[in-house]
């Protein structure tokens, strides 16, 4: 419980963040240049944060007697991991500025390096407090950064000093939390040899986490680097003054940034089922039971789908009023971006469950590959669509399109191998249902003005039941998944 209640504080400042520094801001274009800085920076960040705690948490619930030893290794090693990554960054800042013809970028990429060292060092002394099931003091860490982290940011911000300000305040707040988690936690003990975990199997471990990890964050983060760069690039082309083609650049970024907000949210309402079915599927496939892993695999996707289109549907039908629900009106330009990407996020988040039930089986090297295989489709179709469609009432949706892309192909390489290794997947009746379902859950949306926060949310509210009657009326949806949906809620 204190866990789960952590998190949702985590989600519900994160998106305060994401939604009042636009209003801060008053330019979409500086929030365009924070949010280039920050997604590039986040994708390390996410991947230190799962990989370490993982990493320490396994290692230390291995052995309790030796947790102080095990944190003191795990600090070290984060301290060079983290040490390294930030030094990277800093040096390698000016690089990073011109790759995506920004220089305003560098002051900000060294900034936020020092994000990177905090969070190496942070997540290492969360991991042995998880390993240690001590839950209420790494809830109560983790809801004092997340405070920290949107005061620093909005506080940040609110000075007047524009991106730079924001990214300041998250390095203040980093760096805060690493000191009073050091302090409070403090940095173990040194221990006898025999007492450590040999570093190549501590390696050996993270490696495969960091390689999934990576092209995971990739797929969601990347297509904004990849705006950037080439939004800036068209500028330039059409004879625009440098500062004018940056800045163009760096709005068209703020309003997709926007559009990710939302979009998100299917992807951060199904990751709850990735924790049941990895436990699930290692138990079912370690004993030989495949006919569970095959029936876990199936219930599990095939809720998945029906849950994620009863959230996108609607979303996509009324991403003009969902906008305005939180934007001012400047960034209703990222509602049909928004339209497409939400359904992309709806494949991405499969895609991550059937990755789960992978790893699960015991592949996650596979799982990772096609992991990499996507991040690569996901760069090259945003760069090939951005290119054709240039710069105008097209461009995001370009973007958005590109990474839809990407996104599907990881859904389609994951089914194949689920289908192969199982031999089941989501039925394709229930393809059919859902499809109708999303048909009228859109339609029912776009039908009715949203023009008022009110009406986007009763917009919201007729699609989701639409789509959510015909999948009773067909029969897809049963008492069963009821069920199913409040066993979910519970362990989330």
Same mark, same amino acid.
């Given at each position: 419980?204190?866990?789960?209640?952590?998190?949702?504080?985590?989600?519900?400042?994160?998106?305060?963040?994401?939604?009042?520094?636009?209003?801060?801001?008053?330019?979409?274009?500086?929030?365009?240049?924070?949010?280039?800085?920050?997604?590039?920076?986040?994708?390390?960040?996410?991947?230190?944060?799962?990989?370490?705690?993982?990493?320490?948490?396994?290692?230390?619930?291995?052995?309790?007697?030796?947790?102080?030893?095990?944190?003191?290794?795990?600090?070290?090693?984060?301290?060079?991991?983290?040490?390294?990554?930030?030094?990277?960054?800093?040096?390698?800042?000016?690089?990073?500025?011109?790759?995506?013809?920004?220089?305003?970028?560098?002051?900000?990429?060294?900034?936020?390096?020092?994000?990177?060292?905090?969070?190496?060092?942070?997540?290492?002394?969360?991991?042995?407090?998880?390993?240690?099931?001590?839950?209420?003091?790494?809830?109560?860490?983790?809801?004092?950064?997340?405070?920290?982290?949107?005061?620093?940011?909005?506080?940040?911000?609110?000075?007047?000093?524009?991106?730079?300000?924001?990214?300041?305040?998250?390095? %203040?707040?980093?760096?805060?939390?690493?000191?009073?988690?050091?302090?409070?936690?403090?940095?173990?003990?040194?221990?006898?040899?025999?007492?450590?975990?040999?570093?190549?199997?501590?390696?050996?471990?993270?490696?495969?986490?960091?390689?999934?990890?990576?092209?995971?964050?990739?797929?969601?983060?990347?297509?904004?680097?990849?705006?950037?760069?080439?939004?800036?690039?068209?500028?330039?082309?059409?004879?625009?003054?440098?500062?004018?083609?940056?800045?163009?650049?760096?709005?068209?970024?703020?309003?997709?940034?926007?559009?990710?907000?939302?979009?998100?949210?299917?992807?951060?309402?199904?990751?709850?089922?990735?924790?049941?079915?990895?436990?699930?599927?290692?138990?079912?496939?370690?004993?030989?039971?495949?006919?569970?892993?095959?029936? %876990?695999?199936?219930?599990?996707?095939?809720?998945?789908?029906?849950?994620?289109?009863?959230?996108?549907?609607?979303?996509?039908?009324?991403?003009?009023?969902?906008?305005?629900?939180?934007?001012?009106?400047?960034?209703?330009?990222?509602?049909?971006?928004?339209?497409?990407?939400?359904?992309?996020?709806?494949?991405?988040?499969?895609?991550?469950?059937?990755?789960?039930?992978?790893?699960?089986?015991?592949?996650?090297?596979?799982?990772?590959?096609?992991?990499?295989?996507?991040?690569?489709?996901?760069?090259?179709?945003?760069?090939?669509?951005?290119?054709?469609?240039?710069?105008?009432?097209?461009?995001?949706?370009?973007?958005?399109?590109? %990474?839809?892309?990407?996104?599907?192909?990881?859904?389609?390489?994951?089914?194949?191998?689920?289908?192969?290794?199982?031999?089941?997947?989501?039925?394709?009746?229930?393809?059919?249902?859902?499809?109708?379902?999303?048909?009228?859950?859109?339609?029912?949306?776009?039908?009715?003005?949203?023009?008022?926060?009110?009406?986007?949310?009763?917009?919201?509210?007729?699609?989701?039941?639409?789509?959510?009657?015909?999948?009773?009326?067909?029969?897809?949806?049963?008492?069963?998944?009821?069920?199913?949906?409040?066993?979910?809620?519970?362990?989330?």
């Amino acid at each position: 419980m204190s866990i789960a209640g952590a998190k949702g504080y985590f989600i519900v400042t994160s998106y305060a963040v994401q939604l009042l520094l636009p209003r801060i801001f008053g330019e979409a274009k500086e929030f365009g240049l924070y949010s280039a800085t920050m997604s590039g920076v986040s994708i390390l960040t996410n991947v230190l944060i799962v990989a370490t705690i993982q990493s320490v948490s396994k290692f230390v619930s291995e052995d309790e007697s030796r947790a102080e030893v095990t944190l003191r290794q795990g600090l070290r090693i984060q301290a060079l991991v983290g040490g390294t990554l930030a030094l990277a960054l800093f040096i390698l800042a000016p690089a990073i500025a011109r790759l995506l013809l920004d220089g305003q970028l560098t002051r900000l990429v060294r900034i936020a390096s020092v994000v990177v060292f905090a969070y190496s060092l942070y997540a290492a002394v969360v991991g042995s407090l998880n390993g240690r099931h001590w839950f209420a003091k790494q809830a109560r860490l983790d809801v004092t950064f997340s405070t920290l982290r949107t005061v620093g940011i909005l506080g940040g911000a609110a000075l007047g000093f524009g991106a730079m300000g924001a990214v300041a305040g998250f390095a %203040t707040a980093a760096a805060t939390i690493v000191t009073i988690s050091l302090i409070w936690i403090g940095l173990g003990r040194a221990g006898m040899p025999g007492d450590k975990i040999r570093r190549r199997r501590w390696i050996g471990f993270m490696a495969p986490i960091w390689t999934y990890q990576i092209c995971l964050n990739g797929i969601l983060m990347i297509d904004l680097q990849v705006l950037k760069r080439t939004a800036t690039e068209i500028a330039f082309a059409s004879a625009a003054t440098s500062q004018a083609a940056v800045d163009l650049a760096n709005q068209y970024v703020g309003y997709y940034r926007a559009a990710q907000t939302f979009a998100f949210v299917p992807y951060q309402l199904i990751i709850s089922i990735t924790f049941i079915v990895f436990p699930m599927i290692s138990r079912a496939t370690s004993i030989g039971n495949q006919e569970s892993a095959r029936s %876990t695999i199936q219930h599990a996707m095939r809720f998945s789908l029906l849950l994620l289109l009863l959230v996108a549907a609607p979303t996509s039908g009324a991403a003009e009023g969902v906008m305005r629900l939180a934007y001012p009106s400047e960034y209703l330009a990222g509602a049909p971006a928004l339209s497409i990407l939400v359904f992309g996020v709806a494949a991405f988040a499969l895609f991550a469950v059937a990755a789960t039930a992978i790893s699960g089986a015991g592949k996650p090297s596979l799982a990772a590959m096609i992991a990499g295989v996507s991040l690569l489709v996901v760069v090259v179709a945003n760069r090939v669509l951005l290119m054709r469609a240039g710069l105008g009432d097209h461009t995001l949706q370009a973007a958005a399109t590109g %990474t839809v892309i990407g996104m599907l192909v990881a859904l389609l390489l994951s089914g194949w191998v689920i289908h192969s290794s199982f031999g089941v997947f989501i039925p394709v009746s229930t393809w059919a249902r859902a499809g109708f379902a999303s048909v009228a859950g859109y339609a029912a949306a776009a039908a009715l003005p949203h023009d008022s926060a009110l009406m986007a949310l009763l917009a919201l509210a007729v699609g989701f039941l639409s789509a959510l009657a015909v999948l009773v009326v067909t029969g897809e949806l049963t008492r069963d998944d009821w069920h199913a949906t409040r066993r979910i809620v519970r362990r989330d």
